[in-house]
Structures are given as C-alpha cells and as structure tokens.
C-alpha cells in the first residue's frame, strides 16, 4: 500500500465503507502464527477469540516441539539451541504471536494466552 502514489492515498483515505477480516481469517492467521513460533504443524493449533475490554485476547492451545530427549541427554546445549525449556518458549512465543497477528492484520490484540498441550519430537527442525 506505501507503493501507491499519494494522490490514491488522500483519495481512498477519503471514502466510505468497512473493512473487516472475519473471524475465521483471524482464527487462520493466529493458528499459522502460533504454529510458526511453537514450530509445529497449524492443523495442531486451536485458536479462540474473546473481547477484552474492546479489544481482541487471543487464546491458543497448541504442542511445542522439542528435540529428543536421548539427544539432550547426550548434548545439554540442545535445549538452548532449540529455544530454551518449553516454559521458555511459551513466553517467547506469546511475543512473537502478537507481533505477527497484529502486523498481518492491523488488528489490536490486548493478550496472547498459550496452554502447552503437548509436545512433538523434532529431529533436524523437522516436526515428526
């Protein structure tokens, strides 16, 4: 949109009409946001919308991926290198998710809940 010439800026700032992305655009976005920042598939994220105080608190319910736990055993730094303990990467990810969903869709989010519900088992960045 900052491509467009300034006179079609001033003019469709101008005009009448909405534009909204419905629920179900948002609930997309925010599943493939959380899924990006956890590092799992998005069919394994549920997300759920609330109204908090006029703005948007998304609630996600998702697994995280970590790396085998045999492998950590043998190299400790694994952990780290895959993104912290799993609490680590929940706090991490609320940030990311919200950076994201708000970017792609200007929308104003006041909170990101996430409830960990698992976890999948990755080997070389690769969810199994």
């Known amino acids: 949109m900052s491509a467009a010439p300034a006179a079609v800026r001033q003019a469709s700032a101008g005009l009448a009409g909405h534009n909204r992305i419905s629920t179900q655009a948002l609930t997309s976005l925010a ?10 598939h998005a069919h394994d994220v549920r997300a759920e919308w609330s109204d908090d105080g006029g703005l948007l ?3 996600v319910v998702a ?22 303990s799993v609490r680590d990467r929940a706090v991490a990810a609320k ?9 792609l869709s200007g929308s104003m989010l006041s909170r990101v809940d996430i409830r960990i ?8 960045g690769r969810v199994q």
């Open 31 to 40: 599943r493939e946001a959380a899924a990006e920042a956890l590092d799992v």
């Open 57 to 59: 608190a998304l609630s």
């Open 63 to 84: 697994p995280v991926s970590i790396p085998p736990l045999t492998e950590v055993l043998r190299e400790p730094g694994r952990v780290e290198a895959s993104g912290g």
């Open 95 to 103: 940030t990311d998710i919200l950076r994201r969903v708000t970017e």
């Open 117 to 124: 519900s698992g976890v999948r088992i990755t080997e070389g």
